[in-house]
Every structure is written in structure tokens, then in C-alpha cells.
């Protein structure tokens, strides 16, 4: 597609033109691939913040979800689901919705000739930022969500706004709403990155060894297996990067930690711990959601017409 101008854009390479309408349908699709997973993996993310924040008692995951579920019922498993599902479809909205906004800017600014010869520095610069803002929006309901999953029962409420309230009321000891950005930003950034990068990497390996043919000739079924299979391992290698900082969440949000540095922490329970503990359930979780999300994402905008992120 060419642009008005006859110039080239980063916003007319698409079977669609990257106007308004165009980000804002983005957006929605991140809120769906996102707000939706996150929230329907509730208990395997109760399961892990608890590994982190107490693993002489929580270890492994199965035991943890027995145990939780023997000492607060089903209903123990779901907890944090309110504002894990509102934080995250804000998350998502800004973190996809964004990344085509920063991407195509990057590019427009870089030319045509930088833009195809620097692609990955494209994809890592427009993750990043965009992630920049997608935190900013998530910080007070992560930080909920974690007070919510990982305090011991009956010690904090676990209502949505009644857990909002409580944040609200006691923000001087918890932080709220910002106190942990800085380590949502060191968790979600890398993350973010390598989630955009390895999946558009992985895409382009794909469509040129894979399925050879231009990628418009498949149909919506196999571009879209793509997209799920591209998801699933960059979020196995995301788990991976940003597991230390995604401990160091948890463990900020634990009553013992009070007022203790984020370096503080990380110096008590270690370098391999923080690494480790919990790394095999997130894997499992991430790399599910990663691939999940990815391909809503997608399933979203190919209904809109959009057609399918990435190619060679």
C-alpha cells in the first residue's frame, strides 16, 4: 500500500493503513490477549507468588495448590482475579496498542533503508517504550493483587474494592499506588522486550524456512499457528529473563519486608534464589499466556481485517 505523499511509511506497508482506527483497534485486541489470560491463570499465579514469598512451606506446585486450597477452599485459589484482570487488560492496551504506535514511529524516523536493516533495535526500542507507559497503568493493581495473594488469611481483605480501600488507607507502609514500579519496570521491560523480539524473530524464521511461500497465501489457520507457536517459545525465554525481578514483586509485597530496599531484599534471599525459586511453575505459566495472547491478539485483528503480526 502506498502512502498519500507516494513517500514511504512505516504506517502503509501493511494490507491496511495504520491510521487512528488502526491503534485503537490494537488496543483492544491487547486488552482482550492480556486482561483474559491473566486472569483465567489466577491460581497458578497465587501458587507462585506464595513459592517466592514463603518456599520453606510452599514447594512446588502442585503441593502449593493443594496446600492453599486444604487451608482456604477453592475460592483461596482465585484470589487477586479483580484486579489482576483490570490491571492487566490496561497493561495489555498500552503495551499493544503502543508497540505499533512506537514501532511505526521508529521506523518513520530511522527511513526506509535503517528501518530493514535494523529491525530487531526497531522491535526492542518500540517493546520498551511502550512498556514504559503499559506499567504505569498496572503498578497499583499489581501491587493490590500481590498484597491480596501472598498475605496470610484474614489479615488483609480480599474484595477487590475493599483491597483497594485498605491499599489506599495504609499507602504510607505499602507504597500504593507506586512503590513497586521501579521492580515492575525491571521485571516487565526485559520482559516485554524479549516477548516483541524473540516472537517477531521467531515469526520471520517461520515465513523463510519454514513456510516459504509469501505469508498472504496461507490461510488464517496456519498463519495463525504460526503466531501461537511463536508466542509460546519467546515466553519461555521471557519467563527466564525477568524472574529475578518478578521475585523481588512478590517479596516487596510480604509483611516482614517493610521497609526494606528493593537492594536489601535482593541481597537477603540471593542471586540464585530469586532466579530459581518458582522459575519452573512461570515457565510453564508464561509460555502458555505468551502463546495465548499472542494468538488472541492475532485472531483479533485478522476478524478486524488487519491481518497477522510479523512476517519475514
Same mark, same amino acid.
Given at each position: 500500500?502506498? !502512502?498519500?505523499?507516494?513517500?514511504?511509511?512505516?504506517?502503509?506497508?501493511?494490507?491496511?493503513?495504520?491510521?487512528?482506527?488502526?491503534?485503537?483497534?490494537?488496543?483492544?485486541?491487547?486488552?482482550?490477549? &492480556?486482561?483474559? %489470560?491473566?486472569?483465567?491463570?489466577?491460581?497458578?499465579?497465587?501458587?507462585? &507468588? /506464595?513459592?517466592?514469598? /514463603?518456599?520453606?512451606?510452599? /514447594? *512446588?506446585?502442585?503441593?502449593?495448590?493443594?496446600?492453599?486450597?486444604?487451608?482456604?477452599?477453592?475460592?483461596?485459589?482465585?484470589?487477586?482475579? *479483580?484486579?489482576?484482570?483490570?490491571? =492487566?487488560?490496561? $497493561?495489555?492496551? #498500552?503495551?499493544?496498542?503502543?508497540?505499533?504506535?512506537?514501532?511505526?514511529? =521508529?521506523?518513520?524516523?530511522?527511513?526506509?533503508?535503517?528501518? /530493514?536493516?535494523?529491525?530487531?533495535?526497531?522491535?526492542?526500542?518500540?517493546?520498551? !517504550?511502550?512498556?514504559?507507559?503499559?506499567?504505569? @497503568?498496572?503498578?497499583?493493581?499489581?501491587? %493490590?493483587?500481590?498484597?491480596?495473594?501472598?498475605?496470610?488469611?484474614?489479615?488483609?481483605?480480599?474484595?477487590?474494592?475493599?483491597?483497594?480501600? $485498605?491499599?489506599?488507607?495504609?499507602?504510607?507502609?505499602?507504597?500504593?499506588? #507506586? *512503590?513497586?514500579?521501579?521492580?515492575?519496570?525491571?521485571?516487565?521491560?526485559?520482559?516485554?522486550? @524479549?516477548?516483541? #523480539?524473540?516472537?517477531?524473530?521467531?515469526?520471520?524464521?517461520?515465513?523463510?524456512?519454514?513456510?516459504?511461500?509469501?505469508?498472504?497465501?496461507?490461510?488464517?489457520? %496456519?498463519?495463525?499457528?504460526?503466531?501461537?507457536?511463536?508466542?509460546?517459545?519467546?515466553?519461555?525465554?521471557?519467563?527466564?529473563?525477568?524472574?529475578?525481578?518478578?521475585?523481588?514483586?512478590?517479596?516487596? *509485597?510480604?509483611?516482614?519486608?517493610?521497609?526494606? !530496599?528493593?537492594? $536489601?531484599?535482593? !541481597?537477603?534471599?540471593?542471586?540464585?534464589?530469586?532466579? %530459581?525459586?518458582?522459575?519452573?511453575?512461570?515457565?510453564?505459566?508464561?509460555?502458555?499466556?505468551?502463546?495465548?495472547?499472542?494468538?488472541?491478539?492475532?485472531? #483479533?485483528?485478522?476478524?478486524?481485517?488487519?491481518?497477522?503480526?510479523?512476517?519475514?
Amino acid at each position: 500500500m502506498t !502512502s498519500p505523499s507516494g513517500k514511504w511509511d512505516a504506517r502503509y506497508l501493511g494490507p491496511v493503513p495504520h491510521d487512528t482506527s488502526y491503534y485503537a483497534k490494537c488496543m483492544l485486541g491487547g486488552v482482550l490477549a &492480556c486482561g483474559v %489470560t491473566h486472569a483465567g491463570i489466577t491460581p497458578l499465579d497465587v501458587a507462585k &507468588c /506464595n513459592m517466592q514469598v /514463603n518456599p520453606a512451606k510452599y /514447594n *512446588g506446585l502442585m503441593p502449593t495448590l493443594k496446600l492453599l486450597s486444604a487451608e482456604e477452599g477453592s475460592r483461596g485459589l482465585w484470589k487477586g482475579f *479483580g484486579p489482576t484482570l483490570v490491571g =492487566y487488560s490496561l $497493561q495489555g492496551m #498500552f503495551k499493544y496498542g503502543l508497540y505499533e504506535v512506537f514501532k511505526d514511529a =521508529y521506523m518513520n524516523l530511522a527511513g526506509e533503508e535503517a528501518s /530493514n536493516k535494523y529491525k530487531p533495535l526497531i522491535w526492542l526500542a518500540g517493546s520498551a !517504550s511502550a512498556e514504559v507507559f503499559a506499567d504505569i @497503568a498496572l503498578c497499583p493493581l499489581e501491587m %493490590t493483587k500481590v498484597k491480596i495473594q501472598t498475605s496470610p488469611t484474614g489479615t488483609f481483605p480480599i474484595p477487590f474494592g475493599a483491597a483497594l480501600a $485498605q491499599m489506599r488507607a495504609t499507602k504510607a507502609e505499602t507504597r500504593y499506588p #507506586f *512503590g513497586s514500579l521501579v521492580p515492575l519496570w525491571s521485571r516487565q521491560i526485559p520482559y516485554t522486550m @524479549a516477548k516483541f #523480539f524473540f516472537f517477531e524473530k521467531i515469526v520471520q524464521l517461520f515465513y523463510t524456512h519454514v513456510f516459504t511461500a509469501p505469508k498472504e497465501t496461507y490461510n488464517k489457520g %496456519t498463519q495463525l499457528g504460526v503466531t501461537f507457536a511463536s508466542g509460546y517459545l519467546a515466553g519461555v525465554v521471557c519467563a527466564i529473563v525477568s524472574h529475578p525481578a518478578d521475585s523481588l514483586v512478590s517479596l516487596l *509485597g510480604k509483611a516482614e519486608n517493610k521497609g526494606k !530496599s528493593v537492594g $536489601q531484599i535482593a !541481597s537477603e534471599t540471593g542471586v540464585v534464589t530469586l532466579a %530459581t525459586k518458582g522459575l519452573g511453575t512461570r515457565v510453564i505459566m508464561i509460555g502458555t499466556l505468551t502463546g495465548f495472547q499472542w494468538w488472541i491478539y492475532d485472531t #483479533f485483528k485478522s476478524a478486524m481485517g488487519m491481518g497477522t503480526t510479523g512476517g519475514k
